[in-house]
């Protein structure tokens, strides 16, 4: 019998959000009989919550390199030399990296994992393939313009010379990165969807509700996520007393579930905004899964986003969802229903473009006024998640992408085995 293929998984923290869970999901439970998965991360610095436990629970035990934090630094040299270390103990036949300071010094440290070998003096490689995946990216809504166009230069490197494959979560995003990496046409890219766990999304309708004293009858308008500069949920506190002080409406609340470093600003604003008495910060909860029972509507109010896991969360639990237009938001939005005043209506929500409040309020209030359209977007949304975004559909196709890489099965063109067709994807 033919061992397992060993496999190196990079991620640069568990900290909270989809990437902590999908690499958990990967490294757990990939087919083990063909597949041995090794995780390796850094750590999570102080004001970011912590998902180790959802890895621990799944029963991956990482290896953990202290030095490998969000930054890009001089001891990211150190933390090359340490993983280039662990492929040496490890002998790799895939190294998967995942989001961008993992994807570098993981990269760097693979290429350098390949041609440190006899075999290079007659330009023969060790046999090891790279991938990275995209979640995100940093080339916009993070960092200043210079400091933006050095990590657009060294990803565009890393692109060329440091991968094998280049994974997206969407066929929008796919588009954007290879643009903006000056490699539209490049077969290096693959379109892998996120998928979710079902059962970890079902939860009682009360249990929020109960807790925080809301009525049946009050509409519950939820946000998930990091409190970041990124996820922009001052927009979100914006549009909020917009619909509050729209004819006087106080049968709104509005839930902000996560945490971070903005909360006591956000929370201050609220206040000045005059509306903290309809908004609620839960901070960061475990059970954050559960509790899209009790949101009668789901917003995502990013700057940039890859595919935002709280929406696909949202549908599978039948919740409608406002957005902004970011990223690969639209490709799980179904077919454009309508558009007016800036509002895009789809199969499974609304849309707007990011910095507009306005009309984000505008998407809100128009939702919510219109509850039969509300629960078509639902039923419409929770049916494409179940069919195409599910967990196990995730796990093959990335054991599929493996053994491609190494002749392990016939060569497909990646995008057409996923049933994505890159002629008609948006562009």
Request: aromatic fraction near 8%.
């Amino acid at each position: 019998m033919a061992k397992p293929i060993r496999v190196v998984r990079i991620i640069d923290r568990l900290n909270i959000g989809g990437p902590a869970k999908h690499v958990a999901w990967l490294s757990a439970e990939l087919n083990a009989a063909e597949f041995h998965t090794t995780l390796i991360t850094g750590v999570v610095p102080q004001g970011e919550g912590d998902m180790s436990y959802f890895a621990e629970a799944a029963g991956v035990r990482p290896l953990v390199i202290q030095e490998m934090s969000r930054e890009l630094g001089l001891r990211d040299v150190l933390v090359i030399g340490k993983l280039l270390r662990m492929f040496f103990q490890l002998k790799p036949q895939i190294i998967h990296t995942h989001k961008a300071k993992a994807g570098a010094a993981g990269r760097v440290a693979a290429l350098l994992y390949k041609w440190l070998t006899i075999s290079a003096l007659w330009l023969k490689p060790r046999e090891c393939k790279i991938v990275h995946t995209f979640h995100g990216h940093i080339f916009h809504s993070y960092y200043g313009k210079w400091k933006t166009r050095l990590f657009i230069f060294i990803e565009s490197l890393l692109a060329r010379f440091c991968s094998d494959r280049i994974i997206t979560i969407s066929a929008q995003q796919r588009q954007e990165i290879s643009a903006i990496l000056g490699m539209p046409k490049s077969r290096k890219f693959q379109v892998i969807p996120l998928g979710i766990d079902f059962d970890e999304v079902r939860g009682e309708r009360g249990a929020l509700r109960n807790e925080y004293q809301i009525a049946d009858e009050e509409i519950v308008i939820g946000i998930v996520g990091r409190l970041c500069e990124v996820k922009n949920h001052q927009m979100f506190l914006a549009a909020a007393a917009q619909l509050v002080n729209h004819e006087n409406d106080h049968s709104l609340r509005f839930v902000i579930i996560g945490d971070g470093h903005l909360r006591q600003r956000l929370q201050a604003s609220a206040q000045q905004l005059g509306i903290a008495e309809r908004v609620i910060f839960t901070g960061f909860r475990k059970d954050a899964a559960a509790l899209y029972a009790d949101l009668d509507v789901v917003a995502l109010t990013s700057l940039n986003e890859g595919t935002p896991l709280t929406l696909i969360e949202a549908m599978s639990c039948g919740r409608a969802v406002v957005a902004t237009e970011v990223g690969g938001v639209v490709d799980i939005m179904g077919a454009l229903q309508a558009s007016a005043e800036g509002v895009k209506f789809w199969q499974h929500g609304a849309t707007v473009s990011r910095h507009d409040a306005a009309g984000f309020a505008r998407a809100l209030q128009l939702v919510i006024a219109q509850p039969d359209r509300r629960r078509q977007m639902a039923a419409h949304g929770q049916a494409y998640v179940k069919t195409k975004l599910s967990k196990a559909r995730l796990l093959a196709d990335v054991e599929m992408l493996y053994r491609n890489l190494l002749g392990l099965a016939c060569e497909s063109k990646p995008d057409i085995a996923l049933g994505i067709n890159l002629e008609s994807a948006p562009k």
